[in-house]
């Protein structure tokens, strides 16, 4: 099996094709102009510095370029990183291509589809499950190819559906030991409260945000949705509002970008659950490669924190 980029050690040197993430200038202290580069494959991906750039490597490597590159795995801060010696845009004639570099959900789009519709089919107030059904149909083939973020969790091809699949299975759980949460208001909430990011964010590929993600953010873009969706289907229920405060307070607080708390018991447990899940993946992806008895790389969206694995941990 051929090493991913991310299950090279450090003093390995590499010679391989990836893609470029992202390419960002910046100036070195000498003056002179530089690269810091984002390259992946299918394993995540690394950063690598090109420096005394030209104009013409800003083109060669910019995002979604595909390179050969031959260099040395360092660590650097805390973190690997690749020191190039040689790198190059790929040929025609290397017959590489796009998907050979891109990381995917590790559950098929049809078993995620077929799940999501299932809990769907359970619920049973017809107006949420109405409005939920019509913006996941709206929307369906993007979100099925978005990643959940750019950065920090399912930030992968078809990662906002993953998300969404591995969320409803824990309302399922957490439904079971509380009965007293109403499920529909809690299932359409984990469906809906991520939706927007079909528009925030530019696409499964080197993704970036959009003006709309930019200006707006994913979760006006919904509460907007919902109201769209609640008038073209003629529904004016309080469920159209109490979905609306769902996504409106799923980030918790203000200064994680919720304009309201939860103000609703299925809307705080809907903040944990994404919470939960979140960090789970964060943690997974950290901790994948780490060797028992070893720390992983310092993990930013947690606190900057270092996680260990015991010895004992297979």
Known sequence: MVKGILDHEVGDQVEKFLLVKSSTKGTASNGKPFLTLILQDQSGDIEAKLWDASEEDEINYSAEKIVKVLGDIQNY???NQLKLRQIRPAAPTDAVKLSDFL????VSK???????????????????????RHLLK???????????ATKNHHEFVSGLAYHVVSMLDLSKAIAGLYPS???????AGVILHDLGKVMELSGPISTTYTVEGNLLGHITIMVNEIGKAADELGISGEEVMVLQHLVLSHHG???????????IKEAEILHYIDNLDAKMNMLDRALER???GEFSDRVFALDQRSFYKPSFHK
Not at 253 to 263: N, T, V, Y
């Open 181 to 187: 949460l109403y499920k529909d208001l809690l299932y």
């Open 253 to 263: 607080k203000a200064e994680w970008g919720s304009p309201k708390p939860p103000l």
């Open 103 to 106: 990381e995917t959900a590790p």
């Open 138 to 148: 709206k929307y369906q083939q993007a979100f099925l190819e978005y990643p959940a």
């Open 77 to 79: 801060r805390g973190r």
């Open 110 to 132: 049809d078993e995620m589809t077929s799940k999501i519709t299932q809990y769907i089919f359970e619920m049973k107030n017809p107006n949420i499950q109405r409005i939920t």
């Open 290 to 292: 780490v060797k028992p």
